[in-house]
Nanobody, 116 residues
Framework: QVQLVESGGGLVQPGGSLRLSCAAS????????MSWYRQIPGKERELVAF????????IYTDSVKGRFTISRDNTKNMVYLQMNSLKPEDTAVYYC?????????WGQGTQVTVSY
């Protein structure tokens, strides 16, 4: 049974940094692309970044390029999202995701609030 557990969210001032973590279990972690999404109330969930199974390829949505870095540790079944130079518009619930044939799994989400 796939389980994804996010952590690391919180309140941070504009310009600050946070590191989100996602602990994965229940599947062959290194075989799958892992993604981070975010969602603002009333809006659709938005893809933020994803990383290949081996960790060599990472893709970002334009609004976070140069500020966010996705990484993974396949020895620990962990995926991370380092978020720097945070802006108020980054405020959202952030979700970890893995998509497999016949299954699309999400964590419970972690709230990130960027505000003074």
């Amino acid at each position: 049974q796939v389980q994804l557990v996010e952590s690391g969210g919180g309140l941070v001032q504009p310009g600050g940094s946070l590191r989100l973590s996602c602990a994965a279990s229940g599947f062959t972690f290194s075989a799958y692309v892992m993604s981070w999404y975010r969602q603002i109330p009333g809006k659709e969930r938005e893809l933020v970044a994803f990383i290949s199974g081996g960790g060599l390829t990472a893709i970002y949505t334009d609004s976070v390029k140069g500020r966010f870095t996705i990484s993974r540790d396949n020895t620990k079944n962990m995926v991370y999202l380092q978020m720097n130079s945070l802006k108020p518009e980054d405020t959202a619930v952030y979700y970890c995701n893995v998509r497999r044939i016949g299954d699309n799994s999400w964590g419970q989400g972690t709230q990130v609030t960027v505000s003074y």
